[in-house]
């Protein structure tokens, strides 16, 4: 059972609001920590750790002086360093600087050499990347592999008789040999199979061949439900089996998929079978932009469900060298779409409402986490890699704008004066404001 998905507040506006902090708190957390102990082994030394901002709620000092604290506003979090004059550890407090003197300003940001400056900065987003591997490598060991041959584990919940059973591995399904779940000729396997309700299965069961009769292998059911989606908002589930469109009997994913595509966005009609109960709803498909291997992007008419198979297929513990270059695998796709995503946007070749702003974060962790741990989980990981991308672009008050002052010390062999520093800062900030007030605009403006 999951625990998440049986807490009664997660749905609501409360339970949107303590996802989003949660999620935020632990990417913040890892973000800033990565600054602390990267500045500590360069021998920067920490006066403050805060999560959040405003007035302090918890604090305490350890051995090395450095004060941990919780403050009320949990929506980020700094480091300050010694002698720095600000959160943002741009300047020096000259009060502080004055006091130490000289012998002791290799411990401050400000008198540290170059390479221990940029290895500070630098790790916050390093560490935000090094979260989301992890998190996808353990959701990785979690799940499993697929087992060659395809064998089912669990039977999914259907409308109709099953006669599949745990145990059975598939080897043909009308007449096609089933291939590797895991080769990428899968999905070309799926589409050659007769498009009927009931199709002939070859199983391997105790040792012999069985010859039965079962529905098609992907029904139109639901496995996951995207975020903000029109089928999300409609309250569709998880587990959901769609049977008809418009008052059309309908059985596979694929018919369920042409109807959304060339209604050209009109409501569609469904009958939903969820657990033993027939429902009906109504919604409209919307116009998705969809990222393209080329690192193009495509415009489609979604509903935003992810179609199951009848079962759930068996897997076995992966490799941990598997594992790791997955997650490694995933968050570079990360990394690779949001390049992509934000080129397209700047150029007009996407609609801007693709780029979310708080609210529209916010609601996607209220909706991940409702959907159960991992999915929540992995909703951290994807977040946590954009937030180490984002603190990477060269504008001035982020990690990337420091790395560039730094370049620029590197090349002239000395740092941009206090002067145009100020001028940067403010120009980066106001960068910055403005573009959380366009994304705040469109989560309220866009579909």
Not at 179 to 188: H, M, R
Not at 331 to 339: E, G, M, N, P
């Amino acid at each position: 059972m999951d625990i998440i998905s049986q807490i009664p507040i997660f749905g609501g506006a409360l339970s949107t609001l303590l996802a989003f902090v949660a999620a935020l708190s632990v990417i913040v957390a890892v973000h800033e920590y990565g600054h602390y102990i990267v500045g500590r082994w360069s021998g920067i030394k920490a006066e403050v750790f805060s999560l959040g901002f405003g007035p302090v709620l918890f604090s305490r000092v350890d051995k090395r002086g450095t004060r941990w604290q919780l403050a009320l506003l949990p929506f980020g979090g700094y480091v300050k360093f010694l002698g720095d004059a600000n959160a943002a550890s741009v300047g020096g407090d000259d009060a502080v600087l004055n006091e130490i003197g000289a012998d002791q300003s290799r411990s401050t940001m400000l008198g540290a050499p170059l390479w221990a400056r940029t290895a500070t900065v630098a790790a916050g987003p390093v560490f935000n990347f090094i979260l989301s591997i992890t998190v996808f490598t353990l959701i990785g060991f979690s799940n499993g592999m697929v087992k060659d041959p395809l064998t089912v584990g669990d039977l999914h919940p259907m409308p109709e008789v099953v006669a599949l059973q745990p145990g059975d591995e598939l080897v043909s399904i009308a007449g096609l040999d089933v291939p590797s779940y895991n080769d990428a000729t899968f999905a070309d396997f799926l589409d050659a199979l007769p498009l009927q309700r009931q199709l002939d299965y070859v199983v391997r069961r105790d040792g012999g061949l069985v010859e039965i009769s079962a529905p098609y292998p992907m029904p139109a059911a639901i496995r996951q439900l995207a975020p903000r989606s029109a089928a999300y908002e409609i309250d569709l589930k998880v587990g959901d089996v769609i049977t008809s469109v418009d008052g059309e009997p309908v059985f596979a994913f694929s018919q369920l998929k042409d109807a959304v595509e060339t209604g050209d966005g009109k409501a569609l009609a469904l009958t939903v079978w969820r657990a033993g109960e027939t429902l009906d709803f109504t919604l409209s498909p919307r116009r998705v932009d969809e990222p393209q291997l080329d690192g193009s992007f495509q415009t489609n008419w979604r509903i935003g469900i992810v179609g199951a198979t009848l079962m759930e297929p068996a897997t076995e513990l992966p490799g941990i060298g598997d594992a790791v270059l997955n997650g490694i695998s995933l968050t570079w796709d990360i990394v690779r779409s949001s390049l992509s995503g934000l080129y397209h946007i700047i150029t007009g070749a996407i609609s801007t409402c693709n780029m979310s702003g708080p609210l529209g974060i916010a609601e996607v962790s209220g909706a991940m986490a409702s959907q159960g741990a991992q999915s929540f989980v992995y909703f951290i990981g994807v977040l946590s890699a954009a937030v180490g991308l984002l603190n990477l672009f060269p504008i001035p008050i982020l990690d990337g704008g420091h790395l560039a002052f730094y370049g620029y010390e590197a090349i002239s062999g000395r740092p941009p004066s206090e002067r145009a520093l100020n001028i940067m800062m403010r120009a980066g900030l106001a960068l910055i404001l403005g573009l959380m007030l366009f994304a705040l605009t469109n989560d309220i403006f866009c579909p």
